[in-house]
């Protein structure tokens, strides 16, 4: 006698298929991400040392900028230029307080 072949039923099938069509979607995904993450990460980093590089050289310019505006650098420039600096000609005029309506009476405009 023959042995009969047991049969699975469809739904069955239709189960195992899903399955594994579920876990090869599984792997490919899992590996897709993680080659993601790696490629952000790499980004990531490139980005980090770019700001550090720069965050360096603004701190660079900084000090340049205040060796640049010193006031014994400008008077040296000032110099060689022909002129002189003198503290006493220096004077603050105060502009646009009328002196009608000023409080004090030591503050006044010259027009």
Aim: glycine share 2%.
């Amino acid at each position: 006698m023959r042995k009969s072949k047991k049969r699975n039923p469809k739904i069955f099938r239709f189960a195992m298929r899903l399955l594994v069509c579920s876990f090869i979607l599984f792997l490919v995904s899992t590996i897709f991400l993680n080659s993601q993450e790696i490629n952000i990460n790499a980004q990531s980093k490139k980005v980090q040392e770019e700001k550090t590089t720069l965050k360096t050289d603004i701190d660079g310019l900084k000090i340049q900028k205040q060796k640049l505006s010193s006031f014994s650098r400008v008077k040296e420039i000032a110099e060689k230029k022909g002129y002189t600096y003198q503290q006493s000609s220096v004077s603050a005029n105060v502009v646009g307080v009328d002196e009608h309506k000023c409080k004090n009476p030591n503050l006044s405009t010259q027009r």
